[in-house]
């Protein structure tokens, strides 16, 4: 029976920045941002927006074109957790009006909280093939004004239906994965910012990379032409480029062009978004589905990373009619309605977030209607609303 990604959904907050003017105000030459990193504009979360609002967001993209009473299972990864005990996901799943005897919890490791997540469902699913499980990825990265980690923040959240006979991804059995106890990047409980070694993290990023992709291909004997994509975790587009620097190295003209344009299709979107954490190889995906040209049976590479250090590389057969899911014009508009923050403007709300307002403080959000948003603490109870 094969099990996979039957939906996908996608939200990004109603501002960001872009990256010429943030060089600009830190006197960086803007190449070092466009090329260097390769990220031309970071989505900006200000107080309405959380884990749990963006999820809902999220879900809503396709909710309506699925049966909820199937939902069995609503996994939440992120680490931009909102509560250290009840788990983001009860909100969602209270938002979305989810059955009560859905299976429901929050699983935190760094940016391989989604992979995880996706993987218990499509378990879940060959458990219980007449059930589905949404899987969402939520998160809101900071570093703080004026680090070397700024210009690699970001913000949204991807949603998937996982379910038997999916329509866009077929996952395939076994995966290679690999850990390492490291400190490259973590964030204690009294911070709303990242500590982060960021060379070190590179380093370790990529040679999990080799590690994982090199034994996955000799696990399922399969060489890198058998692959017509290899996507990334993006915590900025470059490092995605360097891994699949590595993955050309000893192919042919052929092949390399194959795989570095299917790299170019894949990073489209975390170009414009920046680093969601959890989602962002996700996004990745969205991407290559929506810019590239693969043929139904595609073979797809997919490389999680998260921070700590958890890697794993697995992959998927692409659906024939996989293009039929996709909205690609409705998430080019969710992009475009974004509001371009000056940079004083961005430090302002940047700043506002690092903390949560008064208890009792209503907070309004001037997204669109049918938006949900973090509209404060009542007697210390999160409160999430939808605009109308
Ligand atoms: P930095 O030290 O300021 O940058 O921060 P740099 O000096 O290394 O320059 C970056 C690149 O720009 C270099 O290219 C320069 O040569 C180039 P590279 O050597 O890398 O190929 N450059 C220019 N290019 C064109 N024109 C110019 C120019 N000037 C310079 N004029 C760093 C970079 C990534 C370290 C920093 O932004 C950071 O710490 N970011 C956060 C950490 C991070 O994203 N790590 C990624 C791996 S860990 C991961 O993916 C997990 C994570 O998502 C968290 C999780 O798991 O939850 C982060």
Redesign the pocket.
Known sequence: MQVGIDKIGFFTPNKYVDMVDLAHARNQ?P??FL???GQSEMSVADQTQDAVSMGINATLRYLDRIDKDKVGLLVLGT?SGIDQSKSASLFVKTALKLKPEVRTFEVKE???GLTVALMVARDFVRVHPEQTAIVIGSDI?R?GVKT?????QGAGSISMLVKATPSILALNNGHSAYSEDIN??WRPNDSRV?L?D??Y??Q??LDFFKKTFADYKKQKDLATKDFAAIIY?L??T??GL?ANRIAVADQDETNTKKLQSSFESSKLLSNRVG?I??A?LYLSLLSLLENGNLSAGSLVGLFS?????MAEFYSGKLVAGYEQELDRAADEKMLNRRQKLSIPEYEHIFNEALTDPADGQELTSDDEVGTWYFAGLRDHIRQYKKII
């Open positions: 030459d190449n070092k090329i260097g990193i680490e760094a940016c391989f990265a570093y070397r980690g700024e210009v690699t490259d990047f990242a982060v960021g060379k993290s590179t370790i990023y975790h915590p900025f470059k490092m360097k680093n954490y959890t962002s990373y998260g921070s700590g250090a």
